[in-house]
């Protein structure tokens, strides 16, 4: 092989791999999003973003607030299965 080529396919390769590099990270964040998402990690980031966009601006909740609250409403409410 000429040098020239070994050169032009070392870059090839090495393009190759950042890029492969750059798609798990984007599919590792996605992943990590999906699962905080799922298991309601991100709770308190979605009742900020929502809290801005309201147009009466009322007061924020503190993180602990927020946590104590929601698991206050979630188990105040009885719960009968039969």
């Known amino acids: 092989m000429w040098p020239i ?3 032009v396919h ?9 890029a492969l590099a750059i798609w798990m990270k984007r599919l590792a964040t996605k992943l990590w999003l999906g699962i905080r998402e799922w298991c309601g990690d991100n709770a308190y980031e979605r009742y900020v973003q929502a809290q801005r ?3 009466d601006k009322s007061c924020l909740l503190t993180p602990t607030e927020f946590y104590v ?5 979630r188990y105040s409410r009885p719960n009968r299965c039969c």
């Open 69 to 73: 609250e929601r698991a206050n409403r």
């Open 10 to 18: 070392a870059r090839m390769e090495e393009r190759r791999a950042h």
């Open 53 to 55: 966009t309201k147009p």
């Open 5 to 7: 080529q070994t050169k």
